[in-house]
């Protein structure tokens, strides 16, 4: 399965690499590499964190997870089979990610607190 994860927290980044071995994963924690990725390549499952903070793709904003999620969206239009999970402890800003990806097109979106993820372990 080729995976892409978007998150800032190291301690989390351990926690993809180990939970998700035996897979073709990339790690990212800026946003505009993940654009960058989501560009050039297909992924079936994207792992998008909402509190991330990314000052030089947008200045204005602290937590840039709703227009990350934007541009997935236009992403979805082409990979509408791709699976989109949010993590994030922050309940409202992963419900309006999920809703903009459901309102992008995307059938397979899922949130969940990255506490919850099956791997995680502190």
């Not at 509190?51 to 030089?56: N, R």
């Not at 990610?97 to 992008?104: H, N, P």
Request: hydrophobic share 40%; glycine share 6%; aromatic share 8%.
């Amino acid at each position: 399965m080729r995976i892409l994860v978007l998150e800032d927290s190291k301690s989390r980044i351990r926690c993809f690499k180990r939970g998700l071995i035996g897979n073709n994963v990339q790690i990212t924690s800026s946003p505009g590499s993940a654009l960058r990725l989501l560009q050039t390549e297909l992924f079936d499952r994207v792992y998008l964190d909402y509190d991330l903070y990314d000052a030089d793709a947008y200045p204005l904003n602290t937590h840039v997870g709703t227009e990350v999620t934007q541009e997935v969206s236009t992403w979805l239009e082409e990979n509408l089979e791709a699976e989109i999970v949010i993590h994030s402890l922050n309940a409202s800003g992963a419900l309006q990610m999920a809703s903009d990806c459901a309102a992008g097109g995307c059938t397979k979106v899922s949130k969940i607190s990255y506490l919850e993820l099956p791997f995680y372990s502190p």
